[in-house]
C-alpha cells in the first residue's frame, strides 16, 4: 500500500511544499497523474467488489481513497480546494486520513494473504496492528501533531515490515499470490530507501529523488491492482474446480446408482429364477408326488371285490395297508401343498403363545402311530415337560414333517426316537431316526428345496418340500433347524424354539 504518511512521519518533509505551485510545476504534474491513476484503479476495484462481494477489493479502494486524502493534505491542497474556510485543518487532519489509511492496509494484507486459514496468529496480529491504526485516527481528533507524531512513527515501523514478514511466511506456506504482494511492495521500499539515504547526504538532489516515494507508491498501486485480477483468476480456478468437484461427485453418485440399481435388478432377476424354479418345482411334485398315491388307488374297487368274491383274505388285509399308505401320503403331501402355497403369499397365521412342547409332541405321534405300526417301526418318546413360546400351528407343522421323514427313512423294525432339552432360552426338539444316513453334499442342500427326489424305505418319494417349509416356519419362530447326520447311522434333526416371549417380536415376513 502507498503508506504516504511515511513521508511526514520519517522525511522533514513541509505539508505545504505543493500548495500555491504553479500547475505546469513538475511535481504538480506528477502528483496529478498519482491522483488520476489512485482514482481509477479505486473506481475499477469498486466496480469489481460491487460484482464479486470480495471484501479485499473494498478494503483495497479504501486504502487508496484514504491515501489520496492524505496525500491532498500532506500537500497542503486541501486548503486550496476543499476546506480553505479552515487552513490549519491540513496541519492535523492527514494524522486521521494516515490512521485510516493504515487500517485498511492491514486488514487488506490479511484478507489477500488469506492470514485466517494460513496462520491464525498472523492474522490476530493484524488485528492489533489494526486496532492500533485506528487508535491513531481517535487520537488525532483530541491531541496535537507534536504528541501524537512519536505514536505514528512508532505505529509505522511496527506495521510497515509486518506486511512484508507476513507475505513471506504465507508464500512459503504456499500461497502464491502472497509472491505479487512482496513484489508490489519493492517500488515502495526502493522509493523509500531513496528518500532515506538522500536525506543522509548519500544521493544528489534531483526530481527523481525528490519524488521517488509518489513513484514507488503509484507503481505498488499497478501491481496490487494487477495482484487482485490474479486473485480473481484464482477464483476462477477455485470456482472450475468446486464444479468440476460436483460433477465428479454427480457421476460417482451416478455410478453408484447405477451399481445399486444393477444389485436390484440381478436381486430381482435371481428372485425370479427361483421363483421360476419353485413353481417348476411344485408342478413337478403334483406331476409325481400327487399322482403316485392315485395312482395305486386306482382300480381299487375291482380288486377289493375280486378278492372279496374269492375269499382271499390276506390279499384283502394287503390292499387296506396300501389304501391306508396311499391316502396318508397323498394328505402329508396336500397338506405340505397348501402349506407352501399359503407361505409364498405370506398367507400363514402367526400367533404366538407359550405352551408344554410335549403336548404338542404327543398329539402329533398319535397321528403317526397307524403310519409307523404299519412299517413295523417303533416311536420311542423321551420328551420331557418344556415351554416353547411358538405359533402353535406351524409348530405342529414342524414336527408332523420332520417326524415323517424319520418314519420314511427308517427301517422296518427300527426305531425313531424323540427327546427335549433345554438350554439358555432356547428349547430344543432332537428327532432321531435310523434311516440310511445322509452325505455332506445332502446335508448342505437339505433345505433349500433343490433336492432330487429322494426315496423312502418302501419306495416313498419326496422332493423336500417338507424340509424347505420346516425352515421357514422355524425362521417365522425365531428359531433354527439343522441336521447331523453320517451314514449309514441315520440321522438327527434338531429344532430350536424361543422358550419364552422376547422383548421385542420379531417382524414376520414370508417370501
Known sequence: MVNTHLTTFLSQQDPNTIAGAPPTDPRSLLLGIVYGLMIIMAVYNFLIYVSLKDRAYLLYVGVVVFNVLTIIAINGLGKQYFWPSTPELDGIIYLTFAGLSMYCSSRFAAVFLKLKEFDKRMDLFMWVVAG?????????????????????????LLSFPSYMVVAIITYRKGFQPALFYIIAWIPYVLGLLTRTMHGAGWLPTNFVVLNSLEIGGSLEIVLLSFALAYRIKGMRKEIAEKELEKEQFKTKLLEEQKIVLEQKVDERTKELSEANATKDKFFSIIAHDLRSPMIALQGVGQKLEYFIRKDRQEKLLEMGSKIDQSIDQLNHLLNNLLNWAASQTGGIPHHPDTFDLKMLVEENIELYQSLAASKEIQIVNQIQSM?????????????RNVLSNAIKF??????????????????????KDEGPGMDQTTLKNLFSGDMKSITGSRGEKGFGLGLKLCKEFVEMNGGEIKAESVEGQGSTFIV?????????????EIA
Open 387 to 399: 415351554n416353547a413360546h411358538a405359533d402353535l400351528n406351524t409348530t405342529s407343522a414342524i414336527i
Open 496 to 508: 430350536s424354539l424361543p422358550s419364552k416371549a422376547q422383548s421385542i417380536e420379531k417382524s414376520i
Open 132 to 156: 492500533l491504526s485506528l487508535l491513531l485516527t481517535l487520537l488525532s481528533l483530541f491531541l496535537t501533531v507534536e504528541q501524537i507524531t512519536p505514536y505514528g512513527r512508532w505505529l509505522v
Open 410 to 431: 427308517t427301517l422296518s423294525g427300527g426305531k425313531v426316537t424323540i427327546s427335549n432339552d433345554s438350554i439358555g432360552k432356547q428349547s430344543y426338539l432332537m428327532i
